[in-house]
Nanobody, 124 residues
Framework: QVQLVESGGGLVQAGGSLRLSCAAS????????MGWFRQAPGKERDFVAA????????YYADSVKGRFTISRDNAKNTAFLQMNSLQAEDTAVYYC?????????????????WGQGTRVTVSS
């Protein structure tokens, strides 16, 4: 079992930045792939970014490439999502998730554990 708690969301103006954190507890964090997803009102939950267990591989949705950076600190059992140049379209609840197998990390189905989400609102 893995427990995930997101933090760092809030209200920011367009063009601004936020850094989301995902603190993990429970089973060994370092062995899991980690991902960030987001869900806007009335829409499905979409892939944003993912990182392999070692941090050696990262993946991004086209909509956030060049603006968002995913990272992890296995010593602190924490994953991060640095979000720069935020746009109104980035407004959503952001969820972190962990995947037991480090494969297909852009697929929601691969993730077994989810946090409760943190809300990001970008004002234009």
């Amino acid at each position: 079992q893995v427990q995930l708690v997101e933090s760092g969301g809030g209200l920011v103006q367009a063009g601004g930045s936020l850094r989301l954190s995902c603190a993990a507890s429970g089973r060994t964090f370092s062995g899991y792939g980690m991902g960030w997803f987001r869900q806007a009102p009335g829409k499905e939950r979409d892939f944003v970014a993912a990182i392999s267990w070692s941090g050696g591989r990262t993946y991004y949705a086209d909509s956030v490439k060049g603006r968002f950076t995913i990272s992890r600190d296995n010593a602190k059992n924490t994953a991060f999502l640095q979000m720069n140049s935020l746009q109104a379209e980035d407004t959503a609840v952001y969820y972190c998730a962990s995947a037991y197998f480090n494969r297909n990390l852009d697929s929601l189905r691969e993730y077994s554990y989810w946090g409760q989400g943190t809300r990001v609102t970008v004002s234009s």
